[in-house]
């Protein structure tokens, strides 16, 4: 399986788009497409490589242009973005051309004097010609890619209203009703305007997203030889130090060496109070140094750094379609050719019943004009991508609308203790050795056993190594999920977590119980390390509590939302915890499999469960969740399971997510309520004739125009 983007122009509307994915998916080697006509995209999933090329090919011969998107930047988002001009001028020219006409049904109707030129027909006739096949040519170009594919698209009903206006106006130009005074201009030149501000406004849909790529510098200043030399970000290489002065933006991920400075991480954390760095402080790309010259060390280039996993997840993000998207495409598809079987009634029904076939020709051109499928093909996927794009600013990424829909159920949070709801930095409080053991042998053992662990445990006793070079030698080790790890160091059998693993492999813990219950009271984690099958001593761990913990805790009970705390830890270190974040519903020793019986019987009680953790752990119980978080600052298996990512580990990213995903669903079923209640009311209107043709146009496109518009008010929301 191969994925890629593709960048699309001229796709005009809802019905265009929903068309073209459905023959995509007909091609061979095609597993998945999806086509966002907000985007500008094409994602595809292919069985093998060779299908790229029958597939561009296929689009192109559809009329459509298209390129292979690689990485993108904000200069050329801006320029493949820029579909908002090439209507501009066929707008203007239309304006022009159309006033005159205007004017001289205005004249017929109110007796003004008119000019000798436009007295006769030749010159209006030359005018609505121009217009017609000047600046409405762009109907007929999308018309002519619907019929070559066998299909019919909003272009279809504008050319066939259009051209019967036309036709009627040049056959009978003075036997027009006066109240039907419609020169086919006037419809043209109304319906590119509402195009031309549907397409502005959708391209602001896109903002968070070019805003993300503009943080991206372009060069940095790289120290090679002694001598600072400013080179190509790309060129940039892992382990090199950088200068970074005041004003400009850290171009890769690093660790600083040298230096202090405030820096401005606003668009990983939401938070908008610029953060002090010292030496041995991570940074991120893309972030803002504010008052200090820093000198750090890159840990992550390219497609590696933070901003790049935003950009890339943000833009997956905007091609995947949410439930409700795929089933307002299923209704455009069809809503065309329904279209055109009501404008044929209504023209029929004119003439058969009332005997005004002149009437009927009229009213079926406005049914043609007034229908709009683009408002119901616009309504979900501009509330997602802007939804979106406020997330990413505020440090909160969705896979996908999916998840944003998701959210908005959701009614209960668990969790997990360790590196979610406190640091996960955990430090040492002491060793206790058992009577016979050397302490510093029994310390590198167990550094060197948990060398290469991802749990917040592990490389907390990672960090005992008194040395580099007590560690060095073979490794093998084994994590025992929910239990501990078991390793061979330097050909002795290491064995360290909790006290029930040392049971079950038949070693005494006797010599030490009393010291770890002790330490469990004080809410201290213990550790059980035995070597070569015999008890080697116990070493005590703890954990501070997030900051935010309580408050996010407290917001979330606010909105109605059960809050669990679930973990692996001993009872007496999850009560303390539970107790600092304001929760009161809590379970300890949970294996894994624990966890997910537990967010499996929360739904059985018929609650919409989030899970919320950070460890390999926790992935189980993520997977089994109907929406799962992810701390970014956890591993990459519960990023990769998770349908959200939390950067930066801040809990607040919990409370942001949920109230954004209800505010974007709240928006999703108001747009598409109003798409189907304009449609609903507007099509007898037209048909009954209560609406004209240059109304019906009008109506049209400020119903697209409403849909985005009210969807960019959740660039207002306050999360």
């Given amino acids: 399986m191969s994925e890629h983007s593709l960048a699309v122009k001229n796709l005009t509307c809802a019905a265009c788009a929903a068309n073209l994915e459905r023959k995509l998916k007909e091609l061979p080697g095609v597993e998945e497409a999806a086509v966002s006509v907000v985007s500008g995209r094409i994602r595809l999933k292919l069985s093998h490589p060779a299908a790229l090329t029958q597939v561009m090919d296929y689009v192109k011969a559809a009329g459509f242009n298209v390129e292979l998107l ?53 010159v209006p006739f030359l005018l609505a010609s121009a217009v017609q096949f000047g600046p409405g040519l762009i109907f007929y170009r999308g018309a ?86 400013e080179v190509p970000l790309e060129e940039v290489k892992v382990g090199e130090l950088l200068v970074v002065r005041p004003g400009e933006r850290i171009p890769v991920d690093g660790v600083v060496e040298k230096g202090f400075s405030t820096v401005d991480e606003s668009l990983l954390t939401g938070e908008s109070l610029p953060v002090e760095k010292l030496p041995g402080d991570q940074v991120a790309g893309g972030t803002l140094n504010h008052s200090g010259v820093l000198y750090l060390r890159a840990t992550r280039v390219g497609s590696q750094t933070t901003l790049a996993r935003i950009i890339r997840l943000v833009t997956e ?93 959701i009614d209960t949070v668990v969790f997990d203790k360790t590196g979610t709801l406190t640091h996960g930095r955990l430090e040492v409080t002491g060793f206790y050795p058992a009577p016979g053991f050397d302490r510093e042998k029994v310390l590198s053992l167990v550094a060197a056993a948990e060398a290469f662990s991802e749990h917040p445990v592990g490389r907390a006793l990672a960090r005992l190594a008194p040395t580099p070079s007590a560690i060095a030698g073979e490794i093998q080790a084994r994590s025992l999920p929910g239990f501990g790890l078991e390793a061979q160091v330097q050909g002795r059998e290491v064995l360290l977590g909790k006290e029930e693993l040392l049971h079950e492999k038949g070693i005494d813990t006797k010599a030490l119980t009393e010291k770890a219950r002790e330490l469990v009271s004080r809410g201290i984690t213990v550790i059980f390390v035995a070597v070569d099958r015999r008890l080697a001593g116990i070493i005590g761990v703890a954990d501070s509590v997030r900051e935010e913990a309580r408050g996010t805790v407290e917001k979330l009970e606010r909105l109605g939302i059960k809050v669990v705390l679930a973990t692996g830890d001993n009872p007496e270190t999850a009560r303390r915890v539970a107790e600092r974040a304001g929760i009161s519903t809590w379970y300890a020793g949970l294996l894994p499999e624990d966890k997910v019986k537990l967010v499996k019987e929360l739904q059985r009680e018929g609650r919409r469960v989030a899970m919320v953790g950070d460890g390999i752990n926790d992935a189980p119980a993520l997977a089994s969740a109907d929406l799962s978080l992810a701390i970014d600052t956890g591993t990459d298996v519960a990023a990769e399971v998770a349908g959200v990512i939390l950067f930066r580990g801040d809990l607040r990213g919990v409370e942001r997510a949920l ?58 929301l306050r999360m």
């Avoid at 029904?349 to 002149?358: I, K, N, Q, Y």
């Avoid at 709240?666 to 609406?691: C, D, E, S, V």
């Fill in 659 to 716: 109230i954004l995903g209800k505010a974007v669903a709240r928006k999703i079923k108001q747009n598409l309520f109003w798409a189907f209640i304009y449609n609903t009311l507007a099509l007898p209107a037209a048909a009954l004739g209560f609406l004209s043709p240059v109304m019906a146009a009008a109506l049209m496109g400020l119903s697209s125009v409403s849909v985005v518009s009210s969807s960019l008010l959740l660039y207002r």
């Fill in 144 to 229: 002519w890619r619907a019929m070559t594919s066998r299909t019919a698209t909003m272009d279809t009903l504008v050319a066939l209203g259009t051209t019967a206006v036309y036709i009627t106006q040049v056959v009978n130009w003075h036997h027009v009703l006066p109240s039907h005074h419609e020169p086919a201009g006037v419809i043209i030149t109304v319906i590119l305007l509402g195009r031309y501000l549907e397409e502005k406004a959708q391209r602001r849909t896109g903002e968070a997203l070019r805003e993300l790529l503009s943080l991206k510098p372009q060069k940095a200043r790289v120290l090679r030889g002694g001598r600072e030399e």
């Fill in 317 to 409: 993000a905007q091609e995947q379609k949410a439930r409700s998207q795929r089933l307002a495409d299923r209704i455009v598809a069809h809503f065309v050719p329904a279209i055109l079987v009501l404008s044929l009634l209504t023209l029929v029904g004119w003439g058969v019943f009332r005997g005004d076939w002149e009437r009927g020709l009229w009213q079926m051109i406005a049914v043609l004009m007034v229908a709009c499928p683009c408002a119901l093909g616009l309504a979900t996927p501009t509330a997602v991508i802007v939804g979106l794009g406020k997330g990413a600013k505020a440090g909160v990424l969705f896979r996908g609308g999916e998840y944003l829909e998701k959210a908005a159920q």
């Fill in 70 to 122: 690689e990485e993108e930047t904000a200069k050329t988002a801006s320029k493949r973005e820029g579909k908002s001009s090439e209507l501009l001028w066929p707008l203007l020219a239309a304006f022009f051309l159309t006033l005159p006409l205007i004017y001289r049904s205005l004249a017929d109707l109110f007796s003004w004097p008119l000019p000798s030129l436009l007295a006769g027909n030749l």
